[in-house]
């Protein structure tokens, strides 16, 4: 069973926010999964945002050891929280650096500076520190910055 987030402090966000954070998801291009990728689902990494709305609808989980995202439902390796997804979910397929290895391909792919952008309008749609369930992140962060794999 997946513990809950150490560091959580359930913000409520307010509407507008929600709102932003939906006409966002629904700016991005579309993809028909073949939902394959489900060994993908790895350490989740979130704003605080995402966390909250995640959070209400189904709980709040952290990653078990096996660093398997507490949301996917392992007997059918479908999501579990498909609906209330954080942009990383939304966006794998759909960039030139997270390609769908099943051939899922989206109506477009975004360009490194679509996701950056995209990503600090989550952050700033927020207005907390993501949240992560994986210790590794800020090495990660550092590492895509430079260019670098971590």
Sequence with gaps: MSAAHPDSSAQRHTEAQLLALRALYASLPRLECQ??????CGPIVMSALEWDRLAERHGERACDDDLVCPHLERDSGLCG?????????RLWGATERLTCAFGCRPERLLTDAEVEALVSRVEALSG?????VWPGWARYLEAARHNERP
Excluded at 81 to 89: G, N, Q
Excluded at 128 to 132: L, T
């Design 35 to 40: 939902r394959l990728c489900h060994g993908s």
């Design 81 to 89: 929280a498909y609906e209330v997804r954080p942009l990383i979910c």
């Design 128 to 132: 907390g520190e993501p949240r992560s």
